[in-house]
């Protein structure tokens, strides 16, 4: 089965500094990685994906996320953080095979402190 | 395209009340998806479907949830009858794997239910 950690229950950082939110997976066969952030009351938003290539992917605000297959991890960074990031982030995976479910983590409270 | 459009964005209902949300995802999308969100047990998968058919749902919580989706443009769920522990957020979100698409999910906004 698949399944996603996500360590923290929220992180704290200043403006300006880096912000990293961890991830480490679990799934048989190469994993679809993907990251998504939820602003209050909205739905959540599709940030980055990881298929193949490139360990280092990019998306949407600055966002980047590192694929490491040998820790199985795939936290997200991005160098300087903003207050607008303050939000819920959540990783997510699936196998390449078989049906679309994914397994998301439990979520990570960002709070970007001015 | 609009997205996944959901409706109602906002229900207060009594228990013992029928609700029903709405889903409406995105065109061409073959996977759709409900999600139940609490601060408590966060994001929960109630149930999914491909093509119209229900694949899993597992997640379900009682036989007071039901879902159903008649066509490719139009999913409902249903709990008949409300309890004030259903009370959360309710997304509905859709995907596809056609065309060089790799499934990720495109969520709608949401339908907050509150049961009195």
């Known amino acids: 089965a698949q399944s996603v950690a996500q360590p923290e229950d929220q992180v704290n950082v200043a403006e300006g500094n880096p912000l990293t939110v961890k991830c480490t997976y679990s799934?048989?066969?190469?994993?679809?990685l993907f990251w998504y952030v939820q602003y209050p009351n909205r739905g959540l938003q599709f940030l980055l994906k990881y298929i193949t290539g490139d360990n280092l992917v990019k998306g949407s605000y600055g966002f980047e996320a590192e694929f490491n297959k040998s820790q199985t991890s795939f936290h997200l960074k991005k160098p300087s953080a903003l207050v607008s990031d303050s939000a819920l982030y959540f990783c997510?995976?699936?196998?390449?095979?078989?049906?679309?479910?994914?397994?998301f983590g439990k979520g990570n409270q960002v709070v970007v402190i001015p | 395209d609009a997205g996944v459009i959901q409706s109602p964005r906002h229900e207060v209902t009594e228990m013992g009340q029928e609700v029903t949300l709405r889903c409406k995802p995105i065109s061409g999308h073959d996977y759709l998806f409900w999600y139940r969100q609490t601060m408590m047990r966060g994001l929960e998968l109630l149930i999914y479907f491909n093509n119209n058919v229900p694949i899993d749902d597992s997640g379900m919580p009682e036989d007071r949830f039901s879902a159903k989706m008649p066509n490719a443009s139009f999913s409902t769920l249903k709990i008949q009858p409300s309890e004030p522990r259903d009370s959360a957020v309710y997304f509905c979100a859709s995907s596809t794997t056609g065309q060089g698409n790799t499934g990720e999910l495109f969520f709608g906004e949401g339908s907050r239910l509150t049961v009195l």
């Open positions: 799934v048989s066969g190469n994993p679809y």
């Open positions: 997510a995976v699936r196998s390449p095979y078989g049906n679309n479910r994914l397994a």
